[in-house]
């Protein structure tokens, strides 16, 4: 994906255009009209009088709007130009509205030729960056006041209604207006573009579509303004970090979804462009990340995910009783069962990492009624790791896909083919029992065991847990343990044999305190040597192994999401300085990115580019990735619940200098947190 793109974005409905501000979408450039897992617009293109228009500048309003400042022809034009347009941008309950304006600078009055070229191919988002016969029927229609596009395919059918607010020649190609403006004079008018979901009879699914919240522009953006003010407030001596948590606060909220079950509340959506949905994985952890600051994303993604907990077993979604879904999706291929989203389970952490966030959830907010009114939930979910994580009875979470066609094969976060391999490069069969999946079910069996106590009044069911989680610890540090070159295997595979590969997963082992305290420095010593330590982050997987590529996906990259529960986990096991060095690095790396840290970057020596590369098709804004300076933040000033009160420990790096987040919410009120490298700097 270009990484020049320019977006405006209301949860899971967005629009992807070039700089221009024109739509026209090819294989290598998937822009468009997004909604509803379907682009709904794919050729939005201007001109004035049969000139291309090109971009003066353009003004972003925190994703709600954007405006394009336009001039007729190539650069070269731009001298005296005798005419601009503006094109005002947004997404206004649901629809993507603009707003034109054609301006005469000329001391003559002059006749205007404005065409705007229209067409949809109704692609499913999955399916927009590859080349795709449409396997239904397009078609347009002329209508009185605007242009109607469609899509069917047996009972499955789409469209995009465009409309304007001016008079207009519209054909089934676009719109045309010829138009006469008084010297130093413009013309206006706003363009209505809807996107409908049809019923199999034609008619429209209006109480379906209408669950969604209904906001213009203006009140987003007083929405906006409200989230903001609610927010902790930081001030920092290193002003880069400043302008990441701003940019983090304002992503977050424009990825802030109302799912269709749960229309007044919400949770963050993954990421632009190619998860836009509800997702299992990246809502929890996001949801984690922004404990300190929106526990209300928590609670709204605790109550989805357990709604849409597996009840059953499926083989062609991946269904398991208890099992916490992956992915929903609303598309043309979940329509008609060639992807198995509707909703898919193939991810075998999503379930542990449930229990974890509820707990979480509840240290941070005191909120034990959740906790109560989705324990069946938790349970099941406790269950789950045992019952049908537990593929071959040997005590370790495992995943192996029950759909060979269609399912993904890696169940883990690092969910590429490919990604788990031995450090020679051969792939293990399945099933796979990866490091991080034992972590992360020690954790929630621990964590569970608490709510149990505490919470749910069973202290007998709490022993179980603790028992259960004590025998994974012991089990896990004597067999996943390569004692030779101490550090822990990527994963067991089928046979029970270690894949020796030295990837960024043991970083979270830290994170879940599954590492008993002697084995702590081994590991942190390879998270922090040259081999995964870039400069920039700890990359997915170390250098000087076979797959090792630091622009492969999960085989080199760095991740800021995976590098922020790596930083916690250092601070857990008392490696303050090597936790500040993350944090720097990822916050510095923030800068080059505008403060919108990507779902990844390249994984290149920091020596060797200076400074670093954007992941060729990184979601950005990605959920995990702005979410994680939130986290470094927790991490940095070493806050920590506990009972009513809120603990702090700062451990701040000199480049930071003095660093205060004030008003920092919880079930204890607000409090805050001041942390200083200043002392440390002089001494």
């Not at 049908?388 to 005590?395: H, S, V, W």
């Not at 034992?438 to 954790?443: E, L, M, R, T």
């Not at 916050?587 to 840290?597: K, N, T």
Request: with cysteine.
């Amino acid at each position: 994906m270009k990484d020049n793109l320019v977006r405006v974005l209301d949860g899971n409905v967005f629009v992807l255009s070039d700089d221009n501000g024109d739509i026209e979408a090819t294989v290598a450039n998937p822009v468009g009209f997004f909604d509803f897992d379907t682009r709904f617009l794919s050729r939005w293109r201007l001109s004035l009088d049969g000139e291309r228009l090109n971009a003066l500048s353009i003004a972003e309003r925190d994703l709600v709007t954007l405006r394009f400042f336009l001039v007729p022809g190539a650069p070269t034009h731009y001298v005296d130009a005798k005419s601009s347009v503006i094109r005002e941008r947004s997404i206004t309950g649901g629809l993507f509205e603009e707003r034109l304006t054609v301006f005469n600078h000329d001391h003559e009055p002059v006749e205007f030729t404005v065409r705007l070229d229209v067409a949809s191919d109704f692609s499913p988002i999955g399916t927009v960056g590859q080349e795709r016969t449409p396997l239904g029927q397009l078609y347009q229609r002329v209508e009185e006041g605007g242009l109607r596009l469609g899509y069917r395919r047996d009972r499955f059918q789409r469209e995009t209604v465009v409309r304007s607010s001016e008079p207009a020649r519209v054909d089934e190609q676009g719109l045309t207006y010829t138009v006469r403006v008084a010297p130093k004079e413009s013309w206006t008018t706003t363009l209505r573009v809807q996107p409908l979901v049809l019923r199999p009879d034609g008619r429209e699914a209006r109480e379906r579509l209408d669950r969604r919240p209904r906001r213009s522009a203006a009140e987003r953006q007083r929405d906006l303004m409200v989230w903001l003010d609610r927010a902790p407030t930081l001030s920092c001596d290193w002003n880069v970090l400043n302008a990441t948590y701003r940019r983090s606060l304002v992503d977050l909220a424009a990825l802030r979804y109302s799912p269709l079950t749960l229309p007044d509340e919400v949770m963050p959506a993954a990421g632009l462009p190619w998860a836009a949905t509800i997702t299992g994985r990246d809502s929890i952890l996001t949801s984690f990340e922004a404990l300190p600051v929106a526990a209300e994303l928590a609670s709204a993604t605790i109550r989805m995910l357990g709604i849409d907990q597996g009840a059953v077993l499926d083989d062609f979604r991946d269904e398991e009783p208890g099992k916490i879904l992956h992915e929903f999706r609303y598309g043309e291929l979940v329509a008609f069962e060639e992807r198995p989203a509707s909703p898919y389970y193939g991810s075998a952490d999503a379930t542990p990492l449930y229990v974890i966030l509820l707990d979480e959830y509840e240290r941070w907010t005191g909120d034990a009624g959740l906790v109560r009114e989705f324990e069946g939930e938790a349970r099941a979910a406790l269950n789950w790791i045992d019952e049908y994580g537990d593929i071959l009875g040997d005590g370790y979470v495992r995943y192996r896909r029950r759909n060979e066609r269609t399912g993904i094969e890696n169940q883990s976060w690092k969910d590429s083919p490919g990604a788990i391999c031995y450090a020679d490069g051969r792939l293990p069969g399945p099933p796979l029992a990866t490091c991080e999946l034992q972590g992360y079910a020690y954790d929630a069996k621990l964590r569970g065991a608490r709510l149990a106590r505490e919470i749910w009044g069973d202290p007998a069911y709490a022993e179980q847990l603790e028992r259960d989680a004590a025998a994974l610890r012991e089990r896990f540090n004597r067999d996943f343990w390569i004692a030779d070159r101490g550090y822990y295997a990527l994963a067991l595979d089928g046979d029970g044999r270690q894949v020796d590969a030295l990837a960024s997963n043991m970083g979270h082992l830290l994170w879940s305190g599954i590492v008993p305290e002697s084995r702590a420095a081994q590991v942190v010593n390879h998270l922090m040597g040259p081999r995964l330590f870039s400069g920039w982050g700890v990359r997915t997987f170390a250098e000087g192994q076979e797959r090792y590529n630091p622009l492969g996906y999960h085989l080199g990259a760095v991740w800021p999401f995976d590098n922020a529960l790596i930083a916690w986990g250092l601070r857990r096991y008392g490696f303050a300085e090597e936790a500040g060095r993350i944090a720097e690095a990822v916050i510095e790396a923030s800068g080059y990115f505008e403060g919108r840290l990507p779902e990844a970057f390249a994984g290149y020596p920091r020596e060797l580019t200076r400074y670093p590369v954007l992941y060729p098709t990184a979601n950005s804004p990605q959920a995990t990735a702005t979410g994680a300076p939130l986290l470094l933040l927790r991490v940095l000033l070493g806050l920590e619940p506990a009972g009513e009160h809120l603990l702090m420990t700062p451990r701040v790096p000199v480049r930071f200098g003095r660093m205060e987040l004030l008003d920092v919410p919880g079930r204890w009120g607000r409090i805050d947190v001041i942390g200083s490298g200043l002392a440390r700097a002089a001494g």
